[in-house]
């Protein structure tokens, strides 16, 4: 039997606040994380979102430490 893993998704054409996302790494102790979506030829300005928001969450976790 298979165990299911936590997962989170984000909308990126709406706000977040990065403590959330921050918070469920902390909460399921999170060690890996795999990014999955659409295509920047799919979906304009995608990949600059994604690394903004996950330097911004990246960030916050390093001050933690």
Not at 13 to 33: C, F, G, M, R, Y
Not at 36 to 43: D, I, K, L, V, Y
Request: charged residues 30%.
């Amino acid at each position: 039997v298979k165990e299911k893993k936590p997962f989170i998704i984000l909308d990126l054409s709406k706000e977040h606040d990065p403590a959330i996302v921050a918070n469920w790494i902390d909460q399921h102790n999170i060690k890996t994380l795999s990014i999955a979506g659409p295509r920047e030829s799919q979906s304009q300005g995608i990949y600059k979102n994604s690394c903004e928001l996950l330097e911004t969450i990246m960030n916050a976790e390093l001050k933690k430490k």
